[in-house]
């Protein structure tokens, strides 16, 4: 499957739940799993519906918490829904050094963005061609992820937060990290 690029209109549209379970359906679940697997310039943590032009509510992450480990097979979650969240929001585990977001449909956009603590989840997974409610809490980097690959559900991009909340936006370029001067750029997102 081909990730698209903002400023795609797919991207911007909230996606459906899935009610429906079949061939076709599992099909695009183990892509979606493969797609993000396969993505390796960057990498990915985390690939949603929208990003591959399907306005299906599901997504795949793989984290990994130490982030120099090699990353984990994709789970996909469907349907999924923030139950809970702790009250507080913050840049990343390290409130000294805030983490920087990116998107692999904004390539080479960066930005620190809030974000809950930690986030209870309800979702369903494939298992054996059925799908299986489940419930859990993540924390940390994963939390993070799982808010951003919901965000792609709904319609929002992270460089919304950017400007919203007047955060730092970078661009990479070959000597590493830029902040953007022109911040005209986030707006065509």
């Known amino acids: 499957m081909d990730i698209i690029t903002a400023p795609h209109t797919t991207l911007r549209t909230k996606a459906n739940p899935v009610k429906n379970l079949d061939n076709k359906m599992i099909d695009f679940i183990h892509n979606l799993a493969t797609s993000l697997e396969d993505q390796q310039d960057p990498p990915g943590v985390g690939l949603a519906g929208p990003q591959v032009n399907r306005k299906i509510r599901a997504f795949a992450i793989r984290p990994v918490e130490n982030r120099s480990s090699k990353l ?31 998107c692999l449909s904004i390539p080479k956009i960066y930005g620190p963005v809030l974000r809950w603590e930690w986030v209870d989840l309800k979702y369903q997974i494939l298992k054996k061609n059925k799908l299986i409610k489940k419930k859990q809490r993540f924390k940390n980097f994963t939390a993070r992820i799982v808010q951003h690959e919901l965000d792609h559900l709904n319609g929002v991009l992270f460089t919304d937060y950017l400007l919203k909340h007047n955060l730092p936006a970078y661009i990479k370029e070959k000597n590493g990290l830029v902040e953007l001067s022109d911040r005209s750029i986030l707006q065509v997102y």
């Open 72 to 102: 984990p097979s994709p789970q996909v979650f469907v349907n999924p829904k923030i139950v809970d969240h702790s009250t507080k929001q913050v840049l990343g585990v390290d409130e000294k050094k805030p983490d920087l977001e990116g």
